[in-house]
């Protein structure tokens, strides 16, 4: 009678054995691993001057543009495609409007890269780089930069 007990603990150790799959060799995967792409960086940045800089003016703002492509503003708007404008001291006032004229609002449509600033009051100002369409509506899907500054003279 004894013989069951020790027949059905041999049996349940062979199983696990078997099952377990420790003296298997490992098995593929039969899909190979396909490497994934970073997500596309979409932004402009103010490359100078640096925030948190002292300035005198008249200085220059260098811009920057990662996934799109700085075109002349032509009235339309061509997907990844725009133009740079430079909000001083306010804010974006709408991302489906075209974005106002000056004195707030640099334009510029001419497809250039940096502009001479001057005629700023001494003391701190705020500048944020938005990039828009043809038509000068914000591409909300481009992520903007902000600039802290303090012009001295």
Not at 13 to 39: E, H, I, R, Y
Not at 61 to 85: F, N, S, Y
Request: glycine share 8%.
């Amino acid at each position: 009678m004894r013989r069951l007990p020790i027949l059905a603990v041999a049996t349940a150790v062979s199983f696990v054995s078997a099952c377990s799959g420790a003296d298997k060799a490992p098995v593929a995967d039969s899909v190979a691993a396909v490497p994934v792409a970073a997500p596309a960086v979409v932004a402009i940045g103010i490359a100078s001057p640096a925030e948190g800089d002292s300035v005198m003016q008249p200085f220059t703002i260098r811009l920057e543009a990662m996934g799109v492509e700085v075109v002349p503003a032509t009235g339309t708007a061509e997907p990844g495609k725009g133009h740079h404008h430079l909000i001083i001291d306010g804010d974006v006032p709408s991302d489906s409007l075209p974005l106002p004229a000056a004195p707030i609002v640099i334009h510029m449509g001419d497809a250039s890269t940096e502009r001479n600033i001057e005629g700023l009051k001494p003391g701190p100002h705020r500048i944020i780089a938005v990039f828009a369409d043809g038509a000068h509506v914000p591409m909300a899907s481009v992520k903007r930069d902000t600039l802290n500054i303090t012009v001295i003279k």
